[in-house]
């Protein structure tokens, strides 16, 4: 059974840090993109971060650039994503994705809850 799980949400204070973990079951890691997405109330899933196959290339929306940063562990078959100077507006549910390319997502987690608020 292909599963992604995200594990690592929680409530956070402005300017805190988590770090979120996407881990794989039936299948690996390695030969997929991964990709994060979030969702907050009443708007459209957007895309937040993105990993090659490999590792060797890095996809960030605009808003957590210099904050937010992913990794790979091909060998836990676990995607990180570190998430650091958290904002309000980064409360969102966020959920792992992966694929053959960044662009085309084809198994998805169930997502973990973020909220960034004092």
């Known amino acids: 059974q292909v599963q992604l799980v995200e594990s690592g949400g929680g409530l956070v204070q402005p300017g805190g840090s988590l770090r979120l973990s996407c881990a794989a079951s039936?299948?690996?890691?390695?030969?997929?993109?991964i990709g994060w997405f979030r969702q907050a109330p009443g708007k459209e899933r957007e895309g937040v971060s993105c990993?090659?196959?490999?590792?060797?290339?890095?996809y960030y929306t605009d808003s957590v650039k210099g904050r937010f940063t992913i990794s790979r562990d091909n060998a836990k078959n676990t995607v990180y994503l570190q998430m650091n100077s958290l904002k309000p507006e980064d409360t969102a549910v966020y959920y792992c994705?992966?694929?053959?390319?960044?662009?085309?997502?084809?198994?998805w987690g169930q997502g973990t809850q973020v909220t960034v608020s004092s």
């Open positions: 039936g299948f690996t890691l390695d030969s997929y993109a």
């Open positions: 994705a992966g694929g053959p390319q960044c662009s085309s997502p084809k198994y």
């Open positions: 990993i090659s196959s490999s590792g060797g290339n890095t």
